[in-house]
């Protein structure tokens, strides 16, 4: 069954530092989502991406994010200076097109820890 | 505003049911999702209720009433491996948008 995979699964990093994390949706699947759980509470969305561009963003999502789609099947999430408040499991999601659209399929996560 | 709430803790005993309430206020709705949560892992998708109703699924049933802003996960038979978070999440309108998760039940599952 394919699967929304994502690496690396575990970052330590230091505060202010750039880090990269990386995300390969479903093949066939058309929209893209990057969320965040910090220990302990919910689940909360960062932004969406389709046809290459942003479609939403949430106000967590500030000038220290960015998102691209470098290939055909990449999609990465940047955070250019990290800080100690970025630790958290960060989720990559991809739906498909069409009427089961809505349902967001959710990678492993990474494991931010910023020192 | 969007606010989803859900109770923070439940228990249950193997072999028994337990219901999971969520109540939601969403400026727009086009959908309530149930994702399962093992700790340190990624949700996984259990239910999506668009219309009134019951949607059943096996030991898992989701029901959905728009009007109430109210919906529940059912679950039957529990077993062990049912002890996980349980996120309810809204979609508040069409076209794949971003999804409002509540803060998650967490169950219990005991012998």
């Known amino acids: 069954e394919p699967e929304v995979t994502q690496t690396p699964s575990h970052q330590v990093t230091q505060m202010g530092q750039e880090v990269i994390l990386r995300c390969v949706p479903i093949?066939?699947?058309?929209?893209f989502y990057w969320y965040r759980q910090i220990l302990g509470q919910k689940v909360e969305f960062l932004v969406s991406?389709?046809?290459?561009?942003?479609?939403?963003k949430s106000e967590i999502f500030d000038d220290q994010f960015s998102v691209e789609r470098p290939d055909g099947s990449n999609f990465t999430l940047k955070i250019r200076s990290t800080k100690l408040e970025d630790s958290a499991m960060y989720f990559c999601?991809?739906?498909?097109?069409?009427?089961?659209?809505?349902?967001?399929?959710f990678g492993p996560g990474t494991r931010l820890t910023v020192l | 505003g969007q606010n989803i709430d859900q109770p923070t803790e439940m228990t249950a005993t193997e072999g028994a049911i337990v219901q999971i309430n969520c109540t939601y206020q969403?400026?727009?709705?086009?959908?309530l999702f149930w994702y399962q949560q093992h700790a340190g892992e990624a949700p996984t998708f259990l239910s999506y209720?668009?219309?009134?109703g019951l949607e059943e699924k096996g030991r898992f049933s989701s029901f959905l009433s728009r009007s109430k802003g109210y919906s529940y996960l059912l679950l039957k038979e529990l077993q062990m491996k049912d002890s996980a978070s349980y996120l309810c999440?809204?979609?508040?309108?069409?076209?794949?948008?971003?999804?409002?998760f509540g803060k998650g039940t967490r169950l219990s599952v005991i012998a």
């Open positions: 999601a991809s739906s498909p097109p069409g009427p089961l659209g809505d349902e967001q399929f």
């Open positions: 969403t400026s727009g709705f086009n959908g």
């Open positions: 999440a809204v979609s508040s309108y069409s076209g794949n948008t971003p999804l409002v």
């Open positions: 991406f389709y046809n290459n561009e942003i479609s939403e």
């Open positions: 093949s066939n699947h058309l929209y």
């Open positions: 209720n668009v219309l009134d």
